[in-house]
């Protein structure tokens, strides 16, 4: 129903900051919610931050170094991340659900790896 599309992953020295962003096949509009989730090695996926209309949720991990955003106009969702860590690696995922559908989409994921 919708294709997600990662990008903007790499790696990075803890501090530095890295911008995400998901690029969807259809507009953000007909999209419910969309999000951020990550998942590092052993662990379960998380949520990281997600939006639909009016609101926005962060995870208390974020910290308020991380900013979740949309263009309209490129149908796409952007992920600032600010001051990252080491405990911030992780495989960074894209998501929407749509209303009607009781599983969301995914894209196949960006990695993001802070390291010294």
């Known amino acids: 129903q919708v294709q997600l599309v990662e990008s903007g992953g790499g790696l990075v020295q803890p501090g530095d900051s890295l911008r995400l962003s998901c690029a969807a096949s259809?507009?953000?509009?007909?999209?419910?919610?969309m999000g951020w989730y990550r998942q590092a090695p052993g662990k379960e996926r998380e949520l990281v931050a997600s939006?639909?209309?009016?609101?926005?949720n962060y995870a208390d991990f974020v910290r308020g170094r991380f900013t979740i955003s949309r263009d309209n106009a490129k149908n796409t969702i952007s992920l600032q991340m600010n001051g990252l860590k080491s405990d911030d690696t992780a495989v960074y995922y894209c998501?929407?659900?749509?209303?009607?559908?009781?599983?969301?989409?995914w894209g196949r994921g960006t990695q993001v790896t802070v390291s010294s």
């Open positions: 939006m639909s209309t009016g609101s926005t």
């Open positions: 259809r507009s953000l509009f007909s999209l419910h919610v």
């Open positions: 998501n929407a659900r749509i209303n009607g559908w009781s599983s969301p989409f």
